[in-house]
């Protein structure tokens, strides 16, 4: 575990000196020497749409009463930081019943016909259940928006499974995942999409959160591997950066619904997508796995144990659930990438700032220094965002 000096928010670029940074890289929008003080004390409103979310629950979610509200876990997918592991996770293990989005599914268990032909079938007119190597999913693809408005059309989140009677057995989703926040909150929970029951499901968020400046690095080599018509292959990641392909702060910028790279992210921007954490999610961190997929099992426990119990009542093995967990997070986490670099911040470097982020050495895939600061200052409102996410990680293991 973290040292408890993580317990405090800390201010990633309180050592700078501001006036001599570049101001191409900097921008229009410096970061207040005060951060520190706004970040605890402003308390901005957050966007309309974040109302169809449930609020961060320090009681926990239960669903035994009737009257209560339903809520259906809602996983934020963030672009590399083991989204797909947990999807394998959640669906293998658990045997939970996903509606989710391409790149929430390894690149080892798709099938020769793509996660996208198969479950963003315009030709299909209803929302089935189908198996996709050891998970169940929802035949949707929640990767855009036009994507979430097909299922808000299939009304995913209206079936219900009451076991009464075979011939009104309908399905049920339990766990949406999608790397669009904003758009899955405004559209797919919707209140005026929902019938009965009398108060409509809302979601319920949880996200994992990863280091930028890793996060920034690990998808471009997914995007240089990985992108079918190579458009990365012979490009560096400076290249990247300047890019018409490149999307600084996506953190903030998916809070904020706002992905125009024309326009230049704000200290303001950065205090509603920090609101919209503290008020609404429930914070993993990849570099804490093991204790924030126990969270999360524990804080959605109302919800996925009567699945579980479904399940294991029928011939699971308990054990063998817990064998396939620490299979998939520990032993070999799924669609790791490969072709990660050393990261080099330089001879004399300090030794606590370092980062390695894989084994290899190649000096062609070495990030120095330079390029690091440069990619954690293009990034500044998610670097100031990932380390309020930790704050509230810690905050969030006190009640949990």
Not at 70 to 94: D, K, N, Q, S, Y
Request: charged letters at 25%; proline letters at 4%; glycine letters at 6%.
């Amino acid at each position: 575990m973290s040292s408890p000096s993580t317990s405090e928010f800390v201010n990633p670029f309180q050592h700078y000196d501001h006036s001599s940074l570049n101001p191409k890289v900097y921008g229009a929008a410096p970061i207040p020497t005060n951060i520190d003080e706004l970040i605890h004390n402003q308390m901005p409103p957050i966007p309309a749409a974040y109302a169809n979310l449930a609020d961060l629950n320090q009681d926990f979610i239960q669903q035994n009463d009737e009257q209560q509200q339903v809520v259906v876990p809602f996983f934020w997918h963030v672009p590399r930081t083991g989204g797909a592991t947990l999807a394998e996770a959640i669906g293998e293990c658990l045997d939970l019943t996903l509606a989710a989005s391409a790149s929430s599914v390894s690149l080892s268990s798709r099938s020769m016909n793509s996660f996208q032909n198969v479950f963003f079938d315009k030709n299909q007119q209803s929302a089935v259940l189908l198996r996709h190597g050891e998970g169940k999913y929802v035949n949707v693809n929640l990767e855009t928006e036009d994507g979430i408005l097909r299922a808000t059309k299939l009304k995913i989140l209206q079936q219900k499974n009451d076991g009464s009677d075979d011939t009104e057995q309908r399905l049920v989703v339990d766990v949406i995942m999608s790397p669009l926040v904003y758009s899955t909150s405004k559209i797919l929970f919707a209140p005026q999409y929902a019938s009965n029951p009398k108060l409509p499901p809302k979601g319920q968020l949880f996200t994992m959160v990863r280091h930028p400046v890793e996060r920034e690095i690990s998808y471009f080599y997914y995007l240089k591997h990985h992108s079918e018509d190579g458009e990365f292959s012979r490009s560096t990641i400076s290249d990247w950066l300047i890019s018409s392909s490149f999307v600084d702060n996506f953190m903030v910028r998916s809070l904020i619904n706002n992905f125009d790279r024309s326009y230049i992210v704000t200290v303001q921007d950065l205090l509603v997508s920090k609101e919209v954490l503290k008020r609404k999610c429930l914070v993993g961190l990849l570099e804490e796995k093991g204790s924030s997929w126990r969270r999360m099992k524990k804080y959605f426990g109302a919800t996925w144990d009567h699945r579980l119990e479904q399940h294991y009542s029928s011939g699971g093995d308990d054990s063998s659930r817990e064998e396939c967990e620490h299979k998939l997070l520990f032993w070999g986490w799924r669609n790791k990438n490969p072709h990660r670099p050393h990261v080099d911040h330089g001879v004399g470097g300090d030794a606590s700032d370092s980062i390695e982020t894989g084994s290899s050495t190649n000096v062609k895939n070495e990030v120095d220094r330079a390029l690091y600061e440069k990619i954690k200052m293009v990034n500044r409102w998610d670097m100031i965002l990932y380390e309020y996410a930790k704050y509230l990680f810690w905050q969030q293991g006190d009640w949990i």
